[in-house]
């Protein structure tokens, strides 16, 4: 089976075992998806989600959270970690919406990495949860369960895997899979305990590298 092949059979197994699989950041505007995947660093997606809710609270809008002062930002996040560093993109990247882009989150890759803060990883998130284009979001479950299963061959390096995984990966389905990767990643392909192959949907196709 080529790589391609195992690809789609994955991608089409992961269908059904995570039918509605999605991002586990919780956000109802763009711009807050921006701020969670940037708190998210480092930092569990469900820890993030508790956090931001008394940062919508006292800053609720672009606006708001661009006239906020950084180290009042720095107090509400810092139980994500990296409070400070943090804190100082989001006050930039909230400014840079409010001041460029008449508060909205431009829908260009190229310009969602030029603002502060944001990686391939967290624009890849936004074109394909926001916009609906083409993505592939390269975590820390995507590089893990992409080496096991054998789509990479000991690719470490997020934009690599990314490349890699553009060539074998149809662009629609690009977003969702990766969100699946996620769920499987942390209910069976697990990183900190032995893999639940016994489990696994995938267990007679994965490569099983390195487990």
């Known amino acids: 089976m080529t790589k391609k092949n195992l690809a789609l059979e994955i991608i089409e197994r ?3 075992e995570y039918p509605d699989a999605g991002c586990t950041l919780d956000y109802d505007h763009a711009w807050k998806l921006l701020v969670s995947v940037r708190l998210a660093a480092q930092c569990t997606d469900a820890r993030v989600n ?8 006292r800053y609720p809008d672009v606006d708001a959270l661009a006239a906020a ?15 400070r560093s943090k804190a100082r993109d989001i006050s930039a990247c ?8 008449s508060g909205k989150v431009p829908d260009d890759f190229d310009a969602l990495l ?5 990686g391939r990883k967290s624009a890849n998130l936004i074109m394909g949860d926001v916009f609906g284009k083409p993505a592939i979001v390269t975590d820390t479950h995507c590089i893990r369960l992409v080496n096991r299963m054998g789509l990479v061959d000991g690719i470490k390096d997020p934009k ?15 977003s969702d899979f990766c969100h699946r990767l996620v769920y499987h990643g942390r209910d069976v392909c697990t990183a900190r ?3 639940l192959c016994d489990k696994c949907c995938l267990a007679d196709i994965c490569r099983k590298k390195g487990v």
């Open 193 to 195: 305990t032995k893999p």
């Open 50 to 57: 508790v956090v931001v809710e008394d940062l919508y609270k």
């Open 114 to 118: 030029k603002l502060p803060g944001v």
């Open 14 to 16: 992961l269908k059904k």
């Open 69 to 83: 002062d950084a180290n009042d930002i720095e107090e509400i996040v810092r139980p994500c970690g990296l409070g």
């Open 94 to 101: 909230m400014k840079i919406l409010r001041d460029e882009y």
């Open 160 to 174: 690599k895997v990314e490349m890699a995984l553009w060539k074998m990966i149809p662009p629609e389905e690009g």
